[in-house]
């Protein structure tokens, strides 16, 4: 009776337990999959909401300032009268955002915003990460808000305005630099803005060795038009003597693939886009290039087809 009780508390055979090991597996195989597309919805979500309040954060800017819309770059001027070195469409929006505390002053600012290398003060340089301003479906970004190459250094943003509707009008500036401006109000946009495109997704750091230099430095400021593309504040480039036409959205790339002027995403599947009246838009890959042209034209005319 007693070998009989000891031989029936015999342990797992090696077979046995490889099977045990191999169901594991399985079920892990399944179950990832569907953890990854949780936490994408749930990313894609967090996205979404991030447009949403850039464009109430616009509306809030135009009835603030005789409704305006924000510059693509324009200066500020301190209480001193001096003009202020910079301050592109994500700067003016700060305080809108709730970001208001981060200081705006030359001699006290976490952020440098400068005509040409940004990000520095007294030499050191210095990140920001504006949780507002980052997909978190966008691995190009470090965490610190910094490039993906360059994670302790200058902020970028992986959302990108609509340069043809913030940065119409270039005002010469006494020191050969430039302003832009928009020569739109809210109201008196030709196509309406459920119509038009205001802020799309694009990589913050472009990792693609052909256009490696065109992260969205959103602190970051050229001298005129012809630096736009080195500081890269917009998602598309209209006809123009640089830039050429706009790129065609790019669908399931990454960043080593991504091209600096078309719109691309971490999501893959979609592009999220803000139209500027305050509506996030999931743009699929089923879109053409003649509604995208539209979308992002505010005085075309023409319909959004497939949008």
Not at 16 to 33: N, R, S
Not at 157 to 168: Q, V
Not at 284 to 295: F, K, L, P, Y
Request: aromatic share 12%.
């Amino acid at each position: 009776m007693i070998l009989r009780f000891f031989r029936g508390k015999r342990g797992f055979t090696l077979i046995e337990l490889l099977v045990v090991i191999a169901i594991i597996a399985v079920l892990v195989g399944m179950l990832l999959p569907a953890v990854q597309k949780v936490r994408e919805a749930a990313n894609k979500s967090t996205c979404g909401n991030n447009l949403k309040q850039m464009g109430i954060a616009i509306h809030n800017y135009a009835g603030t300032y005789q409704d305006k819309l924000p510059p693509g770059m324009a200066a500020f001027t301190t209480n001193g009268g001096a003009d202020y070195p910079g301050g592109d469409f994500h700067f003016h929006l700060l305080p809108f955002i709730e970001q208001g505390n981060i200081p705006i002053t030359l001699a006290n600012s976490n952020i440098y915003y400068s005509w040409g290398a940004a990000g520095s003060i007294n030499g050191t340089t210095t990140s920001m990460a504006v949780k507002t301003y980052r997909c978190p479906s966008d691995a190009s970004i470090s965490p610190a808000g910094g490039r993906g190459n360059d994670p302790s250094g200058w902020p970028v943003t992986g959302y990108m305005r609509n340069y043809l509707l913030f940065d119409t009008t270039a005002v010469r500036r006494p020191d050969g630099h430039n302003w832009t401006v928009s020569k739109y109000n809210v109201a008196n946009i030709p196509d309406g803005t459920a119509n038009t495109a205001a802020v799309v997704e694009r990589y913050g750091d472009i990792q693609n060795p052909s256009y490696a230099q065109y992260s969205g430095l959103w602190t970051h400021h050229g001298q005129d038009r012809a630096h736009w593309g080195y500081s890269q504040w917009a998602p598309v480039y209209g006809p123009s003597p640089w830039w050429g036409t706009p790129g065609a959205p790019q669908f399931n790339v990454n960043p080593t693939q991504a091209y600096y002027n078309s719109a691309n995403s971490g999501h893959k599947a979609v592009i999220q886009v803000l139209m500027m009246d305050g509506s996030v838009k999931s743009v699929a890959s089923n879109v053409s290039q003649n509604t995208w042209n539209n979308a992002i034209n505010p005085e075309d005319g023409n319909p959004l087809t497939n949008w």
